[in-house]
């Protein structure tokens, strides 16, 4: 199993930035998939979850502190993940990890992707 995140940098507050997460290794359309947060001084295997899809696209989920801001879809001919962050705020830095639901809680695969909110 793969999970390769993209995307991160460096914004200011207000500011806008989308993710991308190639998978391989697992029948990704078959898997509800997630996108989780590493914020500074947390431990990797702490990991909090920011969003979560269905196998098909359906019925997003977000974390109450997502507050509208976030959109997560996913392109299963492409085996790809997005999240759309908009309106991002200081607390939103920290590097973002997609996960295979099932394996939610637990330490991320991949290298994730580095998002820095800052004026």
């Known amino acids: 199993v793969q999970l390769q995140a993209s995307g991160g940098g460096s914004v200011q507050p207000g500011g806008s930035l989308t993710l991308s997460c190639e998978a391989s290794?697992?029948?990704?359309?078959?898997?509800?998939m997630a996108w989780v947060r590493q914020r500074p001084g947390e431990e990797l295997r702490s990991v909090k979850w920011v969003a979560r899809v269905f196998s098909d696209g359906s019925v997003p989920l977000y974390a109450d502190f997502v507050e509208g801001r976030f959109r997560i879809y996913r392109d299963n001919a492409k085996n790809t993940l997005y999240l759309e962050m908009n309106n991002l705020r200081p607390d939103d830095t920290a590097k973002y990890f997609c996960?295979?639901?099932?394996?939610?809680?637990?330490?991320?695969r991949g290298q994730g992707t580095l998002v820095t909110v800052s004026s």
């Open positions: 996960a295979r639901w099932a394996e939610y809680p637990g330490t991320p």
């Open positions: 290794g697992f029948v990704f359309k078959r898997e509800t």
